[in-house]
């Protein structure tokens, strides 16, 4: 059984950074995507940035050029970097795995920018 915990939430001010990791346990099966998303109350989970097979990466609009996703060579720990964090990357985020047995989420951590 596959299980994803995130670390490295926090308190951040507004232009500060953090990285997230994301620690998989539990063994994966063919091709794969490692994704963060972030949700907030009220509105949907959206994603933020994500990793396949190929190395292939894409991010949403609002933190391209401020984050960066990647692993390790294992596909144990996926992290996302945030850099110049901003008032609207308060979230929750969660770690998301998809490969052949279908997709996997952790519990996820809590991000907040303030000043």
């Known amino acids: 059984q596959v299980q994803l915990v995130e670390s490295g939430g926090g308190l951040v001010p507004p232009g500060g950074s953090l990285r997230l990791s994301c620690l998989r346990s539990g063994s994966i099966f063919g091709l794969r995507t490692m994704a963060w998303y972030r949700q907030v109350p009220g509105k949907e989970r959206e994603l933020v940035a994500r990793i396949n097979s190929g190395d292939t990466t894409n991010y949403a609009d609002s933190v391209k050029g401020r984050f960066t996703i990647s692993r390790d060579y294992a596909w144990n720990t996926v992290s996302l970097q945030m850099n110049n964090l901003e008032l609207e990357d308060s979230a929750d985020y969660y770690c998301?795995?998809?490969?052949?047995?279908?997709?996997?989420w952790g519990q996820g951590t809590q991000v907040t920018v303030s000043s």
């Open positions: 998301n795995l998809i490969e052949a047995r279908g997709a996997f």
